[in-house]
């Protein structure tokens, strides 16, 4: 049994998928020291369908995620944790939808607490912070964080360890975003490709971080985690065997055209695909090729701990 008093509940509702992570809170002598995880959870829920085409949140989008906010919720009532130890961060999706106060009123409804709809900026260090606490070994700096959504992608420059990021920018380009403008044919012919890659390229011109600064990159989030799982050819998900990899560009940059070569259904088959990627994965990938072409550097470092765990962690300054 947790201590009820020192567990928080972090959750995070992208555009593709939402998170839990429920963790005890440890420390000695008043200094917060770990957080000790006590569940994680990740459901692929969509939330962002149709909203770069439509402005709005689809019903069907919102049904799927207010089931797995039901089962959130019962599983925070088992660890005994109070609302005002619940974060409930919201991000690209419900930042850009008309009717975002649907989903703000079920969440509500469900959690008791009132989602916070982010910043790109804020989304970025909560990022950058859950990340880099969770690097055994210390990047080479200027460090480069991407983490890469279904509606966005963050580019977080830091260039020490300790503190938050030097520079943040989350630029409006993100696997289900691309798959949605672009590539319509499946599979995608080469022209579709050639669009998306120059829309990436676009966001990357206009975006205030520069990744050429980066002497090491460090990748967060599903579509990094899934293409580690893909360049290791697991049979399953494995969390500590995708952990702090290291995955060389030309790897990555050959398993990236592999999957824009297939159809959704061949990606499905794959026997280390989430079914919940497959469609979007291809695209997610062309934005962590685009990225890592303009760093220099020649592997990425993959970390499985990300905005959700800086979530938890924000929280981690609260009253016994």
Not at 36 to 51: D, F, K, N, T, W
Not at 116 to 144: K, M
């Amino acid at each position: 049994m947790s201590h009820p008093d020192r567990t928080v509940a972090a959750i995070d509702c992208g555009t593709n998928t939402i998170k839990l992570l429920i963790g005890r809170i440890e420390g000695h002598g008043g200094v917060t020291t770990d957080l000790v995880e006590l569940a994680r959870e990740m459901r692929m829920v969509r939330l962002g369908q149709g909203v770069d085409a439509t402005g709005e949140l689809h019903p069907d989008a919102l049904e799927r995620t207010f089931a797995a906010i039901d089962e959130y919720a019962a599983l925070i009532r088992t660890h005994e944790v109070t609302p005002e130890r619940i974060r409930f961060v919201a991000t690209s999706a419900s930042r850009d939808a008309r009717n975002a106060s649907v989903f703000v009123d079920g969440v509500r409804e469900r959690l008791g607490v009132e989602p916070e709809v982010v910043s790109g900026d804020e989304e970025a260090a909560l990022a950058y912070d859950g990340c880099i606490r969770n690097l055994r070994d210390e990047p080479a700096l200027p460090v480069v964080v991407i983490d890469i959504g279904g509606g966005s992608t963050e580019l977080i420059l830091g260039e020490s360890v300790e503190g938050g990021p030097s520079e943040a920018f989350s630029m409006q380009i993100g696997s289900v975003r691309l798959q949605e403008r672009h590539l319509h044919t499946d599979p995608p012919t080469e022209a579709e490709i050639a669009a998306c890659v120059a829309d990436i390229d676009a966001a990357l011109d206009a975006c205030p971080v520069d990744p050429a600064r980066a002497r090491s990159v460090v990748g967060v989030a599903g579509t990094i985690t899934q293409l580690a799982v893909g360049f290791l050819d697991l049979a399953e998900y494995d969390r500590g065997a995708t952990d702090q990899l290291r995955i060389p560009l030309i790897e990555l940059d050959g398993l990236v055209r592999r999957l824009l070569a297939m159809t959704v259904v061949e990606r499905t088959a794959l026997r280390w695909m989430h079914p919940g990627r497959a469609d979007v994965i291809a695209a997610g990938g062309l934005v962590l090729s685009a990225v890592l072409r303009r760093t220099g550097v020649d592997e990425l470092i993959v970390s499985e701990s990300d905005i959700l765990d800086g979530i938890a962690w924000s929280m981690t300054d609260l009253p016994a």
